[in-house]
C-alpha cells in the first residue's frame, strides 16, 4: 500500500521542465510545516530531516501510523486486514522484516512505521494532539499557519516556509457514498455502514448481507463476512481485473519491479 505504480513511476522518470515563471524566494530558516504522521507524512519529515532543513511535525492523532492505528479515530482499518502490497514493497525506506507474513496485518505495518519514527528521531518533532486549521500564503511567499489542539479552543499561528499535506486518501474524512443510494438502502430499514467502519465479520453473524463495490476493500470484507453471515452478495458495476495475490509463490506486486518491466504496464498496474 505505500508501493508506487507504474504509471506514477513513469511519470517520476520524466525530465522537470524549467520554470515558467519566477517564485519568491521563501526564508530558509522557517520551518516546514509536516501535517500527518502517517507514511507520507513520517517520509517527508525523514527526508527534511536528513537534508538538515528545519520542520515541524503535526498529527491529530496522540501517535504515529495514520490508518495503520486503529485507535486512531480516522483509521478506516478493520480488525483482520493485511496490507495489499507485499512486504518487499511496502516500506518507506528500511525493508520490513524477512520473517513477516508475504501481506503484513495491519499491527505490523503500525509497528513498522513506529519504530521507523523512532530510528529517524522524528518523534520529538512532532505536536501531536494538535489540528490543522489552516494555512494563508504571505507576499513573501512564507505560510501563516493556524494550529490547534484538538479539543481546544486556543489557535497558534506560526510562520513556516512551506506546508506539506499528508493526511491520505484512506481515512474517514474521504469516505464517499453515492447519496441517492445510500438514501435508499436506509429507506428500506437495512443498516447502511461505509467499509471504512467494518470492523469484524461476527457483527453480521446470520444476516443477509450486500457488499457493493469489488475493489480491494469489497472482496476482503465480502470474504470475511461470508464465514459468519446467513448469505454475502457481492455487487460490482463493472467488471474488474482479478489477479491472484501470489503468483508462483511469488507476491504479484513482484511482477512490477525492475526483473519483470517486460509485463505490460495494463497488467502492472
Do not use: C
Request: hydrophobic share 40%.
Amino acid at each position: 500500500m505505500f508501493g508506487a505504480k507504474p504509471v506514477f513511476r513513469n511519470w517520476l522518470a520524466q525530465p522537470i521542465p524549467a520554470a515558467s515563471g519566477g517564485l519568491a524566494a521563501t526564508n530558509a530558516s522557517l520551518p516546514i510545516v509536516v501535517v500527518g504522521a502517517g507514511p507520507g507524512g513520517l517520509s517527508a519529515m525523514a527526508a527534511l530531516e536528513q537534508a538538515g532543513i528545519p520542520y515541524i511535525g503535526v498529527e491529530s492523532h496522540q501517535g504515529v501510523g495514520g490508518i495503520w492505528d486503529q485507535s486512531n479515530p480516522v483509521s478506516t482499518v478493520y480488525d483482520l486486514m493485511n496490507t495489499n502490497t507485499s512486504r518487499d514493497t511496502t516500506h518507506v525506506g528500511p525493508p520490513m522484516p524477512a520473517e513477516w507474513p508475504l501481506y503484513p496485518h495491519h499491527t505490523q505495518a503500525k509497528q513498522y512505521l513506529e519504530r521507523f519514527a523512532e530510528q529517524r528521531n522524528l518523534l520529538s518533532r512532532i505536536r501531536f494532539g494538535t489540528r490543522f486549521v489552516d494555512a494563508q500564503k504571505q507576499n513573501d511567499g512564507s505560510w501563516k499557519v493556524v494550529l490547534q489542539p484538538v479539543g481546544g479552543n486556543d489557535a497558534e499561528t506560526i510562520d513556516a516556509r512551506a506546508v506539506v499535506i499528508a493526511t491520505g486518501v484512506h481515512n474517514q474524512h474521504r469516505r464517499s457514498v453515492p447519496q441517492p443510494l445510500w438514501d435508499e438502502a436506509a429507506a428500506s430499514g437495512a443498516e447502511v455502514i461505509h467499509s471504512g467502519e467494518y470492523r469484524r465479520s461476527s457483527d453480521y453473524a446470520g444476516k443477509q448481507v450486500l457488499v457493493v463495490g469489488l475493489g480491494q476493500s469489497g472482496t476482503d470484507i465480502a470474504q470475511e463476512i461470508s464465514r459468519d453471515a446467513a448469505r454475502v452478495v457481492l455487487a460490482s458495476r463493472s467488471t474488474p481485473w482479478i489477479f491472484p495475490s501470489v503468483v508462483l509463490g511469488k507476491p504479484a506486486d513482484q511482477l512490477t519491479d525492475e526483473r519483470t518491466l517486460w509485463v505490460p504496464d495494463w497488467i502492472q498496474a
